[in-house]
């Protein structure tokens, strides 16, 4: 199995530019989640899903947004990037909901300029 | 709404010396709580969790935490530190009955010195 796995590994944008940041986990979990992480901050949650369909807002959601088309895939649109945004982000999965015992990708870090 | 606070930003140790990571929480009932360990570049590991029972849990690579309801404290220790566990290590916390939403701690950088 490969886990979760993340691409790019770095990214620069320019103010305005969109994109879109790839996971993808082969273990078959329901959940998935978002995660930014900056310094003297820890990681913060930005969307998460528990399911193909089905998505919803964690702590930091303004300026992206998702979707959750199938089990395996869970990517993270930035529509308009800005400075604010530069960051590293962590996509995670866990079997499912409960389970919590979850499973981080090696990050994509994101410059805005 | 949950909390975490690792008073430690930075901590150094020499190899062969024990440690003893910081960790506070802040929920309203027995939360479910974790460590993960970030080494540089990587992504998170986790290390150990506690959901209930025994309120001393042993995870990987040898470390182990302690939770202490009275004190709101959930502390990772080593006895014996490698230099391999130089990293940032973080603990976070998860209310029962919601989705796996976590909310982490701003993290501990660990440095080991020879």
């Known amino acids: 199995n490969a886990g979760v796995t993340q691409t790019p590994k770095f990214q620069v944008l320019k103010t305005g530019q969109s994109m879109t940041l790839q996971c993808a986990q082969d273990m078959n979990h329901e959940y998935m989640s978002w995660y930014r992480q900056d310094p003297g901050m820890g990681l913060r949650l930005i969307h998460y899903s528990v399911g193909a369909g089905i998505t919803d807002q964690g702590e930091v959601p303004n300026g992206y947004n998702v979707s959750r088309s199938t089990t395996e895939d869970f990517p993270l649109r930035l529509l308009s990037a800005a400075p604010s945004q530069t960051s590293v982000y962590f996509c995670a999965s866990s079997r499912d909901s409960l389970s919590y015992e979850q499973y981080f990708g090696p990050g994509t870090r994101l410059t805005v300029t | 709404a949950q909390s975490v606070t690792q008073p430690d930003i930075h901590i150094t140790v020499s190899e062969g010396a024990s440690l003893e990571l910081r960790c506070n929480y802040s929920y309203g009932a027995t939360p479910y709580l974790f460590w993960y360990v970030q080494s540089p570049g990587q992504g998170l590991q986790l290390l150990l969790k506690?959901?209930?029972?025994?309120?001393l849990v042993q995870g990987i690579k040898g470390f182990e935490a302690e939770f202490k309801r009275s004190q709101s404290s959930f502390n990772l220790r080593k006895p014996s530190v490698h230099w391999s566990d130089a990293a940032e290590y973080f603990c976070?916390?998860?209310?029962?009955?919601?989705?796996?939403?976590?909310?982490f701690g701003t993290g501990t950088r660990l440095q080991v010195t020879l």
């Open positions: 506690y959901f209930s029972g025994d309120t």
């Open positions: 976070a916390v998860g209310a029962r009955g919601t989705a796996s939403k976590l909310t």
